[in-house]
């Protein structure tokens, strides 16, 4: 099966940009290294089509095989930003996580103020760790953006990542802890 590169950014909220959110889940898949998601609940779901309801979205910073500003044999580092639409149907989170951190916002916030935000703050630029890993360091560092907005509170941060330490003591082959660190980039012009 041929692959392609995948591309700095794929957004696919451009339909639901005006629509308040009214918390952030942050959760791990399972598997041999757990990778971490944030997922955001809309305030209110949105019926598409019988069995299909969009219950909110998903930032998913993760480490294609390819990527377009990848060059080389090594191992490709950049990530790749998934913004996409979660449904109720399929979950807007996994069941089989360890770890579900659910943060209230303290105002109103749309899914355009999260886009926005990534953005302005070029958090889409992004690669992991040659060690292996940085998804959860990068979600860590969203949401204390958050907080720095004032959108959050950052005790509720506070508690998931005792959450999170708790879990990866546990499973300490699958969760490294702290954070591996990834690091921001300018991109190639």
């Not at 809309?42 to 910073?61: C, E």
């Not at 996409?84 to 989170?93: C, I, M, P, S």
Request: charged share 25%.
């Amino acid at each position: 099966m041929e692959s392609y590169p995948e591309p700095v950014l794929d957004d696919r909220t451009s339909d639901i940009r005006d629509k308040p959110l009214s918390s952030v889940t942050i959760w791990c898949t399972s598997g041999n290294l757990h990778h971490w998601i944030s997922s955001y609940k809309l305030v209110d779901q949105i019926v598409v089509a019988p069995k299909q309801t969009i219950a909110g979205i998903s930032m998913n910073m993760h480490q294609p095989l390819e990527h377009e500003f990848h060059t080389g044999e090594e191992t490709n580092l950049f990530g790749s930003l998934h913004i996409h639409l979660r449904t109720a149907e399929k979950g807007l989170v996994s069941r089989r996580s360890g770890v579900l951190e659910e943060i209230k916002f303290l105002c109103t916030i749309t899914v355009r103020d999260i886009v926005d935000l990534v953005l302005a703050e070029r958090r889409q630029y992004y690669m992991f760790s040659p060690l292996g890993s940085g998804c959860l360091y990068w979600q860590l560092q969203l949401l204390r953006a958050y907080v720095s907005k004032g959108w959050i509170k950052g005790t509720d941060v506070d508690k998931a990542i005792g959450s999170i330490e708790k879990y990866a003591k546990e499973n300490e082959a699958k969760v490294p802890f702290p954070p591996v660190e990834g690091q921001f980039y300018d991109p190639p012009m």
